[in-house]
């Protein structure tokens, strides 16, 4: 089973900062997730990537797959970025069907404005 | 789109109490799964669907059954509430299996369902 931690745990910030959440993974990966759970609850899907970089508005998620390393990136952060982060990863051997996605605990990032 | 729909929002079960949550897509996905978030922990897998008729079981099974006689529901059934399964209850959906295919294999998941057994 693949372990997936994720720093830190939880993050203050001033608005305008730049933020970088890690996730690190013990076993390859086929995929990996960034998610995001708003207060209150709901849980949004970022990226998924299996290689190189993507941009998504503020947002930029990175993986190296040698270093089984992703981070996620928020430039110019907003007080509406207060959220816990998730990572998630899929492993390249995992069973015979669906078996889900491995979770990290999150990372719970305040923006204080 | 409604996306993901489950219900009920909150729900408070005396222990040896059974109720399903109801989950439901309208995005026609194969592929639905049921997760619990408790305190300190990663979201774990309960159960899964990879399509109409096929269920397996997860990480974390014992105490609740699934059925997907539809595309579109994958309802969650607590057979006989215990303390221990006071949590939060996620559904997702995605059209391929999670974490594979292409950049736009989204997964979407449900508002939750907060229960509480006493």
């Known amino acids: 089973k693949n372990e997936v931690e994720q720093s830190p745990q939880n993050l203050t910030a001033q608005e305008g900062e730049f933020i970088t959440i890690n996730c690190s993974y013990s076993?390859?990966?086929?995929?990996l997730h960034w998610l995001q759970q708003h207060p209150g609850g709901g849980i949004v899907s970022l990226f998924m990537?299996?290689?190189g970089k993507k941009k998504h508005g503020r947002l930029i998620a990175t993986i190296n797959i040698q270093e089984k390393h992703s981070s996620l990136h928020i430039t110019a952060s907003h007080p509406r970025d207060s959220a816990v982060y998730i990572c998630a990863v899929r492993g390249l051997y995992s069973g015979g069907g669906a078996d889900g996605l491995t979770f990290g605990k999150g990372t719970h990032l305040i923006i204080q404005p | 789109n409604a996306g993901v729909t489950q219900t009920p929002k909150f729900q408070v079960l005396k222990t040896g109490q059974s109720m399903t949550l109801q989950c439901a897509q309208d995005?026609?996905?194969?592929?639905m799964s049921w997760y619990r978030q408790d305190p300190g922990m990663g979201l774990r897998l309960i159960h899964y669907s990879v399509g109409a008729g096929i269920t397996d079981q997860g990480e974390v099974p014992n105490g609740y059954n699934v059925s997907r006689s539809t595309t579109e529901d994958f309802p969650l059934r607590l057979l006989s509430a215990a303390p221990s399964q006071t949590s939060v209850y996620f559904c997702?959906?995605?059209?391929?299996?999670?974490?594979?295919?292409?950049?736009?294999?989204?997964?979407?998941f449900g508002e939750g369902s907060w229960l509480t057994v006493v």
């Open positions: 997702a959906s995605s059209y391929q299996l999670l974490g594979q295919g292409t950049s736009g294999n989204t997964i979407y």
């Open positions: 995005m026609n996905h194969e592929y």
């Open positions: 076993v390859g990966i086929s995929a």
């Open positions: 990537l299996s290689s």
